[in-house]
T-cell receptor
Framework: SQTIHQWPATLVQPVGSPLSLECTVE??????LYWYRQAAGRGLQLLFY??????ISSEVPQNLSASRPQDRQFILSSKKLLLSDSGFYLC?????????????FGDGTRLSIL | KNQVEQSPQSLIILEGKNCTLQ??????????LRWYKQDTGRGPVSLTI?????NTKSNGRYTATLDADTKQSSLHITASQLSDSASYIC??????????????FGKGTKLSVKP
């Protein structure tokens, strides 16, 4: 069966520090991968998605970046965190080309910026 | 503008009671509608997916309905349990946005089931 792992589960970082969140998927090949941010009282906001190694699409301008160095690995990064980067970050995967299939989410990383 | 509106924002019910959550959308062209359950501090988990031609789908005690004409969906929970306490998110997929479509998320309804 397929599983998705995110780490760390929680993270507290000072303003201006770098960030690296990792997401890996097991049990499937060539998945579509997604990074979302969920702010309190708001819906999920799509940050990045990837349809293959090295292929990243950005949905919103920001100081975050994403990379996909391996087929089932998706990394969210920042060189300098802002207070506004606080939130709940979720990674998800889906079967390519199958809109009738759900996205499968990891358990998220709670990021607090001080 | 593509939007998904959910109501109520929050809901408190007693264990064993039924409840219904609402989702109205203005997404076009429509591809499908999904309901997710999100426990506190966890990622969302899919409950149902419905296409244009489906007007009801069940998953255990969860039953989703879809009226594509009025662009409304509901999620009915029968005989609620304490473990049903969670946020329920309605997501509508449009046919734009490549092979995956464009997903528009509602803000969710927070359900609390009390003993």
């Amino acid at each position: 069966s397929q599983t998705i792992h995110q780490w760390p589960a929680t993270l507290v970082q000072p303003v201006g520090s770098p960030l690296s969140l990792e997401c890996t998927v097991e049990g499937t090949s060539n998945p579509n991968l997604y990074w979302y941010r969920q702010a309190a009282g708001r819906g999920l906001q799509l940050l990045f998605y990837s349809v293959g190694i090295g292929q990243i699409s950005s949905e919103v301008p920001q100081n975050l970046s994403a990379s996909r160095p391996q087929d089932r690995q998706f990394i969210l990064s920042s060189k300098k965190l802002l207070l506004s980067d606080s939130g709940f970050y979720l990674c998800a995967w889906s079967v390519p080309g199958r809109r009738d299939q759900p996205q499968h989410f990891g358990d998220g990383t709670r990021l607090s910026i001080l | 503008k593509n939007q998904v509106e959910q109501s109520p924002q929050s809901l408190i019910i007693l264990e064993g009671k039924n409840c219904t959550l609402q989702c109205n959308y203005t997404v076009s062209p429509f591809s499908n509608l999904r309901w997710y359950k999100q426990d506190t501090g966890r990622g969302p988990v899919s409950l149902t997916i419905m296409t244009f031609s489906e007007n009801t789908k069940s998953n255990g005690r969860y039953t989703a309905t879809l009226d594509a004409d009025t662009k409304q969906s509901s999620l009915h929970i029968t005989a609620s349990q304490l473990s049903d306490s969670a946020s329920y998110i309605c997501v509508v997929t449009s046919n734009y946005g490549g092979s995956q479509g464009n997903l528009i998320f509602g803000k969710g309804t927070k359900l609390s089931v009390k003993p």
